[in-house]
Protein backbone atom coordinates (compact mmCIF):
# COMPACT_ATOMS: atom_id res chain seq x y z
CA UNK A 1 0.00 0.00 0.00
CA UNK A 2 1.38 3.91 -0.63
CA UNK A 3 0.96 6.51 0.88
CA UNK A 4 -0.18 4.64 4.15
CA UNK A 5 -0.01 5.18 7.92
CA UNK A 6 -0.06 2.79 10.80
CA UNK A 7 -1.55 4.15 14.26
CA UNK A 8 -0.18 2.77 17.36
CA UNK A 9 -1.17 3.59 20.79
CA UNK A 10 -0.29 1.64 24.22
CA UNK A 11 2.09 -0.97 21.92
CA UNK A 12 -0.48 -2.15 20.12
CA UNK A 13 -1.56 -0.81 15.96
CA UNK A 14 -5.21 0.78 16.69
CA UNK A 15 -5.57 0.66 12.51
CA UNK A 16 -3.63 0.70 9.25
CA UNK A 17 -4.22 2.69 6.02
CA UNK A 18 -4.04 5.36 4.15
CA UNK A 19 -2.67 8.73 5.72
CA UNK A 20 -5.97 10.10 4.62
CA UNK A 21 -7.97 8.02 6.44
CA UNK A 22 -6.44 8.00 9.33
CA UNK A 23 -5.99 11.55 9.61
CA UNK A 24 -9.98 11.73 9.59
CA UNK A 25 -9.95 9.20 12.70
CA UNK A 26 -11.54 10.28 15.60
CA UNK A 27 -8.95 8.80 18.20
CA UNK A 28 -6.48 11.18 16.01
CA UNK A 29 -8.91 13.77 16.08
CA UNK A 30 -9.09 13.65 20.30
CA UNK A 31 -5.34 13.14 20.83
CA UNK A 32 -3.74 15.36 18.17
CA UNK A 33 -1.21 17.45 21.13
CA UNK A 34 -0.27 13.39 22.70
CA UNK A 35 1.00 11.92 19.10
CA UNK A 36 4.18 11.40 18.22
CA UNK A 37 4.39 11.52 14.68
CA UNK A 38 7.63 9.27 12.42
CA UNK A 39 7.01 10.33 8.49
CA UNK A 40 8.99 7.34 7.00
CA UNK A 41 8.87 9.73 4.10
CA UNK A 42 7.61 7.03 1.33
CA UNK A 43 10.06 4.13 2.65
CA UNK A 44 9.02 0.69 3.45
CA UNK A 45 7.74 -0.37 6.37
CA UNK A 46 6.80 -3.80 7.57
CA UNK A 47 6.19 -5.80 10.39
CA UNK A 48 9.07 -6.15 12.60
CA UNK A 49 11.45 -9.35 11.29
CA UNK A 50 9.89 -12.74 13.58
CA UNK A 51 13.35 -14.70 13.88
CA UNK A 52 12.22 -17.72 15.23
CA UNK A 53 15.43 -19.86 15.47
CA UNK A 54 18.47 -18.75 17.11
CA UNK A 55 21.22 -19.59 19.45
CA UNK A 56 22.15 -16.24 21.52
CA UNK A 57 23.18 -17.67 24.96
CA UNK A 58 27.07 -17.99 24.11
CA UNK A 59 30.57 -16.15 25.38
CA UNK A 60 32.92 -16.13 22.19
CA UNK A 61 32.83 -16.71 18.50
CA UNK A 62 34.61 -19.65 16.85
CA UNK A 63 37.47 -18.62 15.48
CA UNK A 64 39.31 -21.34 15.32
CA UNK A 65 36.55 -23.36 13.76
CA UNK A 66 36.22 -20.47 11.26
CA UNK A 67 39.65 -20.83 10.20
CA UNK A 68 39.68 -24.95 10.12
CA UNK A 69 36.62 -24.94 7.81
CA UNK A 70 38.20 -22.78 5.18
CA UNK A 71 41.14 -25.16 5.01
CA UNK A 72 38.35 -28.09 4.67
CA UNK A 73 37.36 -29.73 7.84
CA UNK A 74 33.96 -30.67 7.71
CA UNK A 75 31.11 -30.41 10.75
CA UNK A 76 32.17 -33.52 11.99
CA UNK A 77 35.77 -33.27 11.62
CA UNK A 78 35.60 -30.31 13.85
CA UNK A 79 33.49 -31.28 16.50
CA UNK A 80 35.78 -34.75 16.88
CA UNK A 81 38.45 -32.52 17.11
CA UNK A 82 36.77 -30.73 20.30
CA UNK A 83 35.47 -27.77 18.33
CA UNK A 84 32.07 -26.85 17.55
CA UNK A 85 29.13 -26.82 19.87
CA UNK A 86 31.49 -28.29 22.89
CA UNK A 87 34.02 -25.52 22.72
CA UNK A 88 31.37 -23.23 23.21
CA UNK A 89 30.46 -25.29 26.35
CA UNK A 90 33.76 -24.09 28.83
CA UNK A 91 32.88 -20.46 27.44
CA UNK A 92 29.18 -20.73 28.96
CA UNK A 93 29.94 -23.18 31.86
CA UNK A 94 32.84 -20.71 32.77
CA UNK A 95 30.82 -17.09 32.12
CA UNK A 96 29.03 -15.75 34.85
CA UNK A 97 24.83 -15.16 34.62
CA UNK A 98 25.60 -11.59 34.13
CA UNK A 99 28.21 -11.79 31.45
CA UNK A 100 26.18 -13.66 29.88
CA UNK A 101 22.95 -11.23 29.43
CA UNK A 102 25.43 -8.79 28.61
CA UNK A 103 26.28 -10.87 25.49
CA UNK A 104 22.64 -11.42 24.68
CA UNK A 105 22.04 -8.24 25.26
CA UNK A 106 24.39 -7.46 22.68
CA UNK A 107 23.06 -9.64 19.93
CA UNK A 108 19.14 -8.34 20.52
CA UNK A 109 20.21 -4.59 20.00
CA UNK A 110 21.87 -6.29 16.98
CA UNK A 111 18.99 -7.78 15.61
CA UNK A 112 17.03 -4.65 16.18
CA UNK A 113 19.22 -2.48 13.87
CA UNK A 114 18.59 -5.09 11.55
CA UNK A 115 14.90 -4.77 12.06
CA UNK A 116 14.12 -7.86 13.72
CA UNK A 117 11.53 -7.41 17.05
CA UNK A 118 10.63 -10.96 18.33
CA UNK A 119 13.17 -13.11 18.61
CA UNK A 120 13.61 -16.79 19.73
CA UNK A 121 16.55 -17.97 21.93
CA UNK A 122 17.92 -21.03 22.54
CA UNK A 123 19.65 -21.98 25.84
CA UNK A 124 22.38 -25.14 24.33
CA UNK A 125 25.68 -24.42 25.37
CA UNK A 126 25.89 -25.27 29.03
CA UNK A 127 24.57 -29.03 29.02
CA UNK A 128 24.71 -29.36 32.51
CA UNK A 129 21.26 -28.42 34.90
CA UNK A 130 23.00 -25.21 36.16
CA UNK A 131 24.79 -23.61 32.86
CA UNK A 132 21.14 -24.54 31.31
CA UNK A 133 19.03 -22.61 33.64
CA UNK A 134 21.60 -19.99 33.78
CA UNK A 135 21.30 -19.52 30.17
CA UNK A 136 17.81 -19.55 30.13
CA UNK A 137 18.41 -16.77 33.07
CA UNK A 138 20.77 -14.81 30.87
CA UNK A 139 18.42 -14.74 28.28
CA UNK A 140 15.51 -13.37 30.53
CA UNK A 141 17.31 -10.91 32.18
CA UNK A 142 18.48 -9.62 28.52
CA UNK A 143 15.01 -9.63 27.16
CA UNK A 144 13.76 -7.95 30.25
CA UNK A 145 16.15 -4.51 29.38
CA UNK A 146 15.69 -5.33 25.61
CA UNK A 147 11.99 -3.38 24.09
CA UNK A 148 11.73 -6.39 21.88
CA UNK A 149 9.99 -9.62 22.08
CA UNK A 150 12.13 -12.57 23.66
CA UNK A 151 10.46 -15.98 23.05
CA UNK A 152 13.06 -18.59 24.85
CA UNK A 153 13.53 -22.07 24.51
CA UNK A 154 15.31 -24.73 26.05
CA UNK A 155 17.82 -26.46 23.65
CA UNK A 156 19.52 -28.70 26.35
CA UNK A 157 19.40 -31.82 24.34
CA UNK A 158 21.86 -29.92 21.69
CA UNK A 159 24.37 -32.38 21.63
CA UNK A 160 25.78 -35.11 23.99
CA UNK A 161 28.53 -33.24 26.42
CA UNK A 162 31.96 -34.68 26.43
CA UNK A 163 31.26 -35.76 30.44
CA UNK A 164 28.54 -38.29 29.48
CA UNK A 165 30.45 -39.63 26.47
CA UNK A 166 29.11 -42.95 25.62
CA UNK A 167 26.34 -42.91 28.51
CA UNK A 168 23.64 -40.61 25.66
CA UNK A 169 20.74 -42.21 27.56
CA UNK A 170 22.00 -40.77 30.95
CA UNK A 171 21.83 -37.50 29.60
CA UNK A 172 18.65 -37.81 27.99
CA UNK A 173 17.63 -38.74 31.70
CA UNK A 174 19.03 -35.93 33.17
CA UNK A 175 17.15 -33.84 30.23
CA UNK A 176 13.66 -35.43 30.89
CA UNK A 177 13.71 -35.75 34.57
CA UNK A 178 15.95 -32.79 36.33
CA UNK A 179 16.36 -29.54 33.09
CA UNK A 180 12.38 -29.92 31.93
CA UNK A 181 11.08 -30.11 34.99
CA UNK A 182 13.04 -27.33 37.00
CA UNK A 183 12.37 -24.89 33.22
CA UNK A 184 8.66 -25.73 33.24
CA UNK A 185 8.37 -24.88 37.00
CA UNK A 186 10.20 -21.76 36.79
CA UNK A 187 8.80 -20.59 33.43
CA UNK A 188 12.11 -20.15 32.05
CA UNK A 189 11.00 -20.80 28.77
CA UNK A 190 7.76 -22.06 26.20
CA UNK A 191 9.59 -24.41 24.41
CA UNK A 192 11.69 -27.64 24.18
CA UNK A 193 13.72 -27.63 21.61
CA UNK A 194 15.92 -31.37 20.48
CA UNK A 195 18.84 -31.79 17.92
CA UNK A 196 17.62 -35.14 15.94
CA UNK A 197 20.47 -35.97 14.08
CA UNK A 198 22.87 -38.86 13.64
CA UNK A 199 25.75 -36.40 15.50
CA UNK A 200 23.34 -35.94 18.27
CA UNK A 201 20.12 -37.87 19.68
CA UNK A 202 18.67 -40.49 17.45
CA UNK A 203 14.58 -40.39 17.16
CA UNK A 204 14.05 -42.71 19.63
CA UNK A 205 15.65 -40.45 22.46
CA UNK A 206 14.37 -37.12 20.73
CA UNK A 207 10.36 -38.56 21.21
CA UNK A 208 11.02 -38.83 25.15
CA UNK A 209 12.21 -35.71 25.70
CA UNK A 210 9.19 -34.07 23.24
CA UNK A 211 6.92 -36.29 25.03
CA UNK A 212 8.06 -35.00 28.58
CA UNK A 213 8.14 -31.48 27.06
CA UNK A 214 4.38 -31.56 25.87
CA UNK A 215 3.70 -33.41 29.42
CA UNK A 216 5.17 -30.13 31.12
CA UNK A 217 2.96 -28.31 28.92
CA UNK A 218 6.06 -26.89 26.82
CA UNK A 219 5.52 -26.65 23.16
CA UNK A 220 8.12 -28.25 20.87
CA UNK A 221 10.72 -28.27 18.46
CA UNK A 222 13.31 -30.13 16.69
CA UNK A 223 16.31 -29.43 14.28
CA UNK A 224 15.85 -32.17 11.82
CA UNK A 225 17.44 -33.08 8.43
CA UNK A 226 20.36 -31.18 8.72
CA UNK A 227 23.10 -33.53 7.99
CA UNK A 228 21.06 -36.29 7.14
CA UNK A 229 17.99 -37.22 6.85
CA UNK A 230 15.22 -37.44 9.76
CA UNK A 231 12.49 -39.06 9.46
CA UNK A 232 9.39 -36.63 10.40
CA UNK A 233 6.28 -38.43 10.93
CA UNK A 234 6.99 -39.66 15.11
CA UNK A 235 8.40 -36.29 15.93
CA UNK A 236 4.84 -34.35 13.97
CA UNK A 237 3.41 -36.55 16.30
CA UNK A 238 4.32 -34.43 19.27
CA UNK A 239 3.06 -31.33 17.14
CA UNK A 240 5.85 -29.34 17.04
CA UNK A 241 5.67 -25.36 16.39
CA UNK A 242 8.66 -25.79 13.99
CA UNK A 243 10.72 -28.63 12.69
CA UNK A 244 14.09 -26.71 11.94
CA UNK A 245 17.00 -26.78 9.20
CA UNK A 246 14.79 -29.42 6.50
CA UNK A 247 18.18 -29.51 4.38
CA UNK A 248 17.65 -33.75 3.72
CA UNK A 249 13.75 -33.86 3.43
CA UNK A 250 12.05 -36.01 1.15
CA UNK A 251 8.42 -36.06 -0.67
CA UNK A 252 7.17 -38.22 1.92
CA UNK A 253 8.55 -36.06 4.92
CA UNK A 254 7.03 -32.93 2.65
CA UNK A 255 3.35 -34.25 2.26
CA UNK A 256 3.47 -35.06 5.89
CA UNK A 257 4.00 -31.61 6.96
CA UNK A 258 2.33 -30.00 4.66
CA UNK A 259 -0.91 -32.16 6.40
CA UNK A 260 0.24 -30.41 9.85
CA UNK A 261 -0.11 -27.40 11.51
CA UNK A 262 3.76 -27.48 12.05
CA UNK A 263 5.94 -24.61 10.01
CA UNK A 264 9.06 -25.75 8.12
CA UNK A 265 12.06 -23.46 9.37
CA UNK A 266 14.94 -22.85 6.81
CA UNK A 267 18.08 -21.07 8.02
CA UNK A 268 20.41 -20.78 4.87
CA UNK A 269 22.22 -18.41 6.70
CA UNK A 270 24.11 -21.81 7.97
CA UNK A 271 24.32 -23.36 4.39
CA UNK A 272 26.22 -19.85 3.63
CA UNK A 273 28.63 -20.12 6.57
CA UNK A 274 29.36 -23.57 6.08
CA UNK A 275 30.16 -23.16 2.45
CA UNK A 276 27.65 -25.89 1.34
CA UNK A 277 26.36 -26.36 -2.17
CA UNK A 278 23.06 -27.03 -1.48
CA UNK A 279 20.51 -25.13 0.09
CA UNK A 280 16.75 -26.42 1.48
CA UNK A 281 14.42 -27.29 -1.12
CA UNK A 282 11.93 -24.39 0.07
CA UNK A 283 10.77 -24.12 -3.75
CA UNK A 284 9.46 -28.24 -2.98
CA UNK A 285 8.20 -27.34 0.41
CA UNK A 286 6.20 -24.14 -0.48
CA UNK A 287 5.10 -26.02 -3.81
CA UNK A 288 3.86 -29.33 -1.84
CA UNK A 289 2.18 -27.13 0.37
CA UNK A 290 4.16 -26.61 3.93
CA UNK A 291 4.16 -23.77 5.88
CA UNK A 292 7.59 -22.26 5.27
CA UNK A 293 9.51 -19.61 7.71
CA UNK A 294 12.86 -18.12 7.61
CA UNK A 295 15.63 -17.48 10.29
CA UNK A 296 18.56 -16.53 10.64
CA UNK A 297 19.76 -19.45 13.44
CA UNK A 298 22.08 -16.81 14.45
CA UNK A 299 25.01 -18.82 16.42
CA UNK A 300 28.79 -18.62 16.83
CA UNK A 301 29.63 -21.55 15.17
CA UNK A 302 27.67 -21.97 11.77
CA UNK A 303 25.46 -18.85 11.34
CA UNK A 304 26.77 -15.85 13.18
CA UNK A 305 24.75 -13.04 11.24
CA UNK A 306 21.75 -11.58 13.04
CA UNK A 307 20.58 -9.78 9.91
CA UNK A 308 17.30 -10.97 8.31
CA UNK A 309 17.25 -9.07 5.25
CA UNK A 310 20.52 -10.62 4.36
CA UNK A 311 18.84 -14.40 4.58
CA UNK A 312 15.77 -13.00 2.82
CA UNK A 313 18.51 -12.86 0.09
CA UNK A 314 19.93 -16.14 0.26
CA UNK A 315 16.42 -17.11 0.38
CA UNK A 316 16.03 -15.73 -2.94
CA UNK A 317 19.11 -16.28 -4.75
CA UNK A 318 19.96 -19.56 -3.15
CA UNK A 319 16.34 -20.84 -2.93
CA UNK A 320 14.65 -19.52 -5.25
CA UNK A 321 12.04 -17.66 -3.07
CA UNK A 322 10.05 -14.53 -4.06
CA UNK A 323 11.00 -11.54 -2.50
CA UNK A 324 7.11 -11.43 -1.22
CA UNK A 325 7.44 -15.33 -0.16
CA UNK A 326 10.73 -14.77 1.79
CA UNK A 327 8.94 -11.21 3.92
CA UNK A 328 6.13 -13.42 4.58
CA UNK A 329 8.51 -16.22 5.53
CA UNK A 330 10.52 -13.87 8.09
CA UNK A 331 7.71 -12.58 9.69
CA UNK A 332 3.87 -13.78 10.16
CA UNK A 333 5.42 -17.47 9.51
CA UNK A 334 7.69 -17.27 11.95
CA UNK A 335 5.37 -15.56 14.51
CA UNK A 336 3.25 -19.01 13.77
CA UNK A 337 6.23 -20.85 14.09
CA UNK A 338 6.70 -18.74 17.80
CA UNK A 339 2.59 -19.69 18.73
CA UNK A 340 2.82 -15.77 18.52
CA UNK A 341 0.75 -15.36 15.34
CA UNK A 342 -2.57 -14.09 17.05
CA UNK A 343 0.24 -10.83 18.37
CA UNK A 344 2.82 -10.77 15.92
CA UNK A 345 4.03 -11.07 12.21
CA UNK A 346 1.73 -8.57 10.36
CA UNK A 347 0.75 -5.13 10.27
CA UNK A 348 -3.32 -5.49 11.56
CA UNK A 349 -5.20 -4.10 14.60
CA UNK A 350 -4.92 -5.52 17.78
CA UNK A 351 -1.67 -6.38 17.10
CA UNK A 352 1.34 -5.64 19.00
CA UNK A 353 3.16 -2.50 17.41
CA UNK A 354 6.42 -3.74 15.75
CA UNK A 355 7.21 -1.85 13.09
CA UNK A 356 10.69 -1.89 10.48
CA UNK A 357 11.40 1.41 8.29
CA UNK A 358 13.81 0.44 6.07
CA UNK A 359 15.10 3.34 3.84
CA UNK A 360 13.92 1.81 0.19
CA UNK A 361 10.73 2.32 -1.82
CA UNK A 362 10.65 -0.87 -3.03
CA UNK A 363 9.84 -4.09 -0.98
CA UNK A 364 11.79 -6.02 -3.39
CA UNK A 365 15.24 -4.06 -2.03
CA UNK A 366 15.64 -5.08 0.81
CA UNK A 367 16.08 -8.64 -0.78
CA UNK A 368 17.67 -7.22 -3.57
CA UNK A 369 20.87 -4.98 -1.47
CA UNK A 370 22.25 -8.10 -0.12
CA UNK A 371 24.78 -7.70 2.89
CA UNK A 372 23.48 -4.08 3.47
CA UNK A 373 22.05 -2.25 6.42
CA UNK A 374 18.92 -0.90 5.15
CA UNK A 375 16.60 -0.54 8.33
CA UNK A 376 16.71 2.74 9.46
CA UNK A 377 14.27 2.71 12.58
CA UNK A 378 12.69 0.09 14.71
CA UNK A 379 9.32 0.20 16.57
CA UNK A 380 8.80 -3.13 19.35
CA UNK A 381 6.21 -3.34 21.77
CA UNK A 382 5.38 0.31 20.67
CA UNK A 383 8.94 1.75 21.68
CA UNK A 384 10.85 3.34 19.46
CA UNK A 385 14.48 2.36 18.68
CA UNK A 386 17.04 3.82 16.93
CA UNK A 387 19.69 0.97 14.79
CA UNK A 388 22.49 1.70 17.05
CA UNK A 389 20.21 -0.34 20.25
CA UNK A 390 19.75 3.40 22.17
ZN1 LIG B 1 20.00 -24.10 15.41
Redesign the pocket.
Known sequence: MTDAAVLCNAGKIISVGKTRDALKDPWIKKNKRRLTEIDCGGRVVLPGFVDS?T?PAFAAPRLVDFEKRIAGATYEEIAEAGGGIRSSLAGVRGAGKAQLSKEVLKALHIFAAHGTTTVEAKSGYGLSLAAELKSLEAIRSAAGEWPGTVASTLLGAHVVPPESHGRADDYVKLVCEEMIPQVAKRGLATSVDVFCERAAFTEDQSLKILAVARSHGLSVRA?VSQLTRTSLKRLLAFQPLSL?HLDFVDDNDIRLLANSNTVATL?PGANYFLGLQEYPPARKLIDGGAAVALAT?Y?PGTSPTANMSFVLSLACTQMKMTPAEAISAGTINGAWALGLADRKGSLEPGKDADLAIFDVTDYREIAYWFGSHLCKQVIANGVPITPTGK
Request: net charge negative; aromatic share 0%.
Open positions: HHHDVDN
